[in-house]
């Protein structure tokens, strides 16, 4: 230790250790000095090396000369402090000695893979050498302690105490201590929370000393601009050369504050207000089917039996390995790794939807609670990394639709308007909350501000756990910040944030407080964003100059798989980096790596006093019922819809063309009536070619929403019942448009029986079959998961019923199967019902040469079997098909999940 008076600085110190006369002067360029101290006649005695920090190297490089697996075991190193700074000697110490430690280890580590049992004895040469404070006594030494303690004590007027394992004495004794060793009065004991005797003195020193200025060596690359080794000569020497560095950092700070912009605003408009929320996750072992991945429809195309191969112990894999960590409220947590590291199992988990996986052991903990469907429904927000929202509706309408939903019965709708208002404040979504949401083919929003429409979804219910699959992934960089930046200041609206990517840039790695490293499923590293560099320094792996952390790390901890050599040797790396994490984090309440000198600062809460204490809402008050679930979902299709005009208007013209082709082919016939088998043509293409257009679309649009479908009603936000109305009865006033332009002009200009009561039969026969085509397609579009299979059924079975109608063949003349099948085809009774309309009651003028006879149009129809079934029948059968299909339709919502082909 030495002063700042004259002769005792660090150089002067280090000077008359090596016998110099003259005096030590302030220079820039004394950064490394090797010097020989000599007893008589030259010769060499004790060899040393002599540095002062400054020129910008730092310990931290200088000892990584000298300290090599070859000179470790001759090795001291002894530290010159400066004492006339007491506010500033602890972090000066602390600093330099970690430094120390870390090459050491490094060091150690190193040996020990050249030779174990070298790097052993070193390690037991090192403790060997540190004097016991506290020997073990036998009982008759104790005897002869405590004698002369009581007589020393007596003598000299002295209090002794002796303590026990009871907790009153320990207490006690602790009180006395504090105040006779540390000086620390008893009200204040408790303040001193510490959890080591280094970290109970630090505190102690601290409370006389506060650190003015508390610097590590990662925040300080250059030890000369530290004030610790302040000297006013070298100051100002320094001074004209940082100027010009300095005016370049500036420029380019304003620069990028200009580019980010739109999200210097760090105002919280929206925060939780409920409890803190914690995400524990203990001993999570999971295993993965990857045969469940494969969907069941690839698989007999495969030639394979799907419920064979998920018997299959050979397709299972180990999802995750032995993982545990601890997140609370304020914190944001990064998990990042390689493709098949692991993060969307563990997503999968923590949400509950472990699809075709298996908790072999370990278990999930929200808020000291076992992790339950219902509890994950209150508590969490899950965003998928597919944006699925209706894309004509405008930004403020998809949040105000969900709100209705989302939100309890108690709100009113001032307060459900005024949350909408907050979250787009929130999500920074102003500018655009009269835009169009808009997809791959409808112009909207941008990329990043349609993300967070999704996460504003999400945040309507105001959930305190926020967990988001890959949300930067399709973003450009710029973007992709900006939505992180948005994602960090939720965080620190008291909320947990869990997001999982692969590799963030630069920029973004700095803005989280925790990151989770994974590879094969299990944890390389887990702790604070800003250790990370110095954890895989410290074991070894330093990351290198101008390189992204997470891109090298995650880089570093992937699996070749090129070879089974490379595959082999990177599987072996992996597993040593987790063991010995896994080894340095035992015994950590949170599972977090830390530093051994400071505590882990993650994250800041900030709670509104302004919002209402709804967090806990989904709990405690009632959602809205099946009633408003069911007219929020109809007013929100019905404007979805209509909004898209140009879809609207091809529909329109296409009704309307077919119409005016069939009719104008049969146009002017007014005077020559029709041939029997002319009109019977007529009717049949009337009722057989326009469905098959309705088909179609209906299974497009269907698959194109049953993504969003699939999470809604994973989400709970309603139920299949108020869906399926809503779905069912939002296609009407499109269905009744189309049948409207379609039918009508093709009856008038065909010239069939112009009687109003036989129009009005026509068109509500047409009308039914139209949609019992559209119920068809519904419940072809929830049976199958993907819209070729949809299409392929809809088109088999249509044509089948086509062919079984009774116009290509007699219905007398077919088979068992097909006869069948003509009893369930809507287009043989809408046939049926239409040649009756126009012949039944009517008589027929048949011309042979000649000769002129008139027919009954009942024997007309006879004679094609048509007859079988009163009119009225044919309505009520056409009615039970649509019924069946909508049953049909329905059960497929219940009890099938509507997985899109992108959710296996």
């Not at 000695?97 to 190193?110: G, N, P």
Request: aromatic share 10%; net charge neutral.
């Amino acid at each position: 230790m030495a002063t700042k008076e004259p002769g005792h600085s660090q150089a002067q110190v280090g000077a008359r250790c090596l016998q110099w006369d003259e005096p030590a002067k302030p220079t820039l360029a004394l950064e490394y000095t090797y010097g020989r101290r000599t007893k008589g006649h030259n010769t060499p005695k004790d060899i040393a090396h002599f540095w002062e920090l400054g020129g910008g190297t730092s310990l931290l490089d200088l000892i990584s000369i000298p300290i090599t697996c070859d000179t470790l075991r001759t090795f001291s190193i002894v530290l010159v402090l400066d004492l006339s700074k007491p506010n500033d000697l602890w972090s000066t110490m602390e600093n330099l000695l970690q430094a120390t430690k870390s090459h050491v280890d490094r060091v150690i580590l190193k040996l020990g893979k050249m030779n174990s049992k070298a790097a052993s004895e070193v390690r037991q040469k090192m403790w060997s050498g540190m004097q016991k404070d506290h020997p073990d006594f036998d009982p008759e030494k104790r005897k002869v302690i405590c004698k002369t303690l009581r007589f020393v004590a007596h003598y000299y007027g002295a209090s002794l105490m002796f303590t026990s394992k009871s907790e009153a004495l320990l207490l006690k004794m602790r009180g006395v201590i504090n105040q006779l060793a540390f000086g620390v009065d008893k009200s204040d004991i408790g303040k001193l929370q510490a959890h080591s005797p280094m970290e109970l003195w630090k505190k102690v020193y601290e409370k006389l000393f506060p650190p003015k200025n508390i610097s590590t060596l990662k925040a300080i690359q250059d030890p000369a601009r530290d004030p610790q080794y302040a000297e006013s000569e070298v100051d100002e020497m320094r001074v004209q050369k940082d100027q010009e560095p300095l005016t370049c950092h500036d420029s380019q700070q304003g620069l990028q504050d200009s580019l980010f912009s739109s999200e210097s605003d760090n105002s919280l408009y929206f925060t939780y207000s409920g409890q803190s929320n914690t995400l524990e996750v203990r001993d999570l072992t999971y295993q993965v089917d990857v045969a469940s991945q494969v969907p069941w429809f690839e698989q007999l195309a495969q030639f394979k039996i799907p419920w064979r191969s998920h018997s299959n112990q050979d397709s299972c894999d180990l999802g995750i390995q032995n993982l545990s960590f601890k997140v609370r409220s304020g914190q944001m947590l990064a998990i990042i790794g390689s493709s098949g590291c692991g993060r969307a199992s563990l997503l999968d988990v923590i949400t509950g939807r472990d699809h075709g996986g298996k908790m072999k052991s370990g278990q999930i903990w929200i808020n000291g609670q076992p992790s339950t469907p219902q509890l994950v429904r209150k508590c969490v927000a899950h965003v998928r990394q597919q944006d699925q929202l209706l894309p004509n509706l405008t930004v403020r309408e998809t949040l105000a639709f969900i709100a209705q939903m989302r939100l309890p019965r108690s709100f009113s709708q001032a307060q459900r308007d005024k949350r909408v208002e907050d979250v787009i404040a929130e999500l920074r979504l102003r500018q655009c909350a009269n835009t169009r949401v808009g997809n791959t083919y409808v112009r909207g929003v941008s990329g990043g501000e349609r993300r967070r429409v999704s996460i504003g979804v999400q945040l309507l219910w105001n959930p305190g756990i926020l967990i988001l699959d890959e949300p930067t992934s399709g973003l450009d960089s710029f973007t992709a910040h900006n939505l992180v930046r948005t994602l960090s200041r939720l965080a620190k609206g008291n909320r947990l944030v869990l997001i999982s990517l692969h590799q963030p840039r630069s920029d973004i790695f700095r803005l989280f407080d925790l990151v989770l490293l994974m590879t094969s499923g299990t944890p390389i590293y887990l702790g604070a964003a800003q250790h990370m560099v110095q954890y895989f320094t410290e074991i070894g792996y330093p990351c290198p100059r101008y390189s992204n952390p997470a891109d090298f790390y995650v880089d570093l901890t992937s699996i070749d798989r090129r070879s089974k050599e490379q595959e082999a040797a990177t599987m072996e790396k992996a597993r040593s980096l987790a063991a010995l994490f896994l080894e340095k984090v035992r015994g950590f309440e949170d599972f977090l790596w830390k530093t051994e000198t400071k505590e882990l600062n993650t994250g800041t809460s900030t709670v509104s006093q302004t919002l209402p204490q709804d967090a806990d809402c989904r709990a405690t008050a009632k959602l809205p019922g099946a009633i408003q679930q069911f007219t929020t979902l109809i007013s929100r299709q019905i404007s979805n819809d209509f909004r898209d005009l140009p879809t609207l208007l091809i529909h329109g013209a296409e009704a309307c063309l077919m119409s005016l082709i069939i009719g104008f082919l049969y146009y002017g016939h007014d005077i020559k009536p029709l041939f029997f088998m002319d009109t019977a043509a007529l009717l049949f293409m009337i009722g057989a070619l326009i469905p098959f257009n309705v088909i179609l679309d209906v299974v497009s649009k269907c698959h194109s929403e049953r993504s969003m479908l699939y999470y809604e009603l994973e989400d709970g936000l309603y139920t299949a019942g108020p869906y399926f109305f809503a779905k069912v009865l939002g296609e009407l006033p499109e269905h009744c448009a189309y049948v409207i332009i379609y039918g009508m002009p093709i009856y008038w200009l065909t010239n069939l029986r112009p009687l109003p009561e036989l129009f009005f039969l026509h068109f509500m026969l047409l009308w039914l079959v139209v949609f019992c085509c559209r119920t068809m397609a519904l419940a072809a579009s929830a049976l199958l998961p993907t819209f070729h299979m949809s299409s392929f059924f809809c088109n088999a079975l249509y044509n089948s019923f086509y062919l079984t109608a009774g116009f290509m063949i007699n219905l007398d003349n077919l088979w068992i199967v097909p006869a069948w099948i003509s009893k369930l085809s809507f287009l043989r009774w809408c046939f049926s019902g239409l040649m009756q309309i126009q012949f039944n009651g009517y008589p027929y003028t048949v011309q042979v040469g000649n000769h002129t006879f008139t027919v009954p149009g009942e024997k007309m129809t006879d004679i094609m079997d048509l007859n079988s079934h009163p009119l009225y029948a044919i309505y009520l059968i056409v009615t039970g098909i649509s019924c069946g299909f909508l049953f049909l339709y329905y059960l497929s919502l219940k009890f099938i999940k509507q997985k899109s082909l992108q959710d296996w």
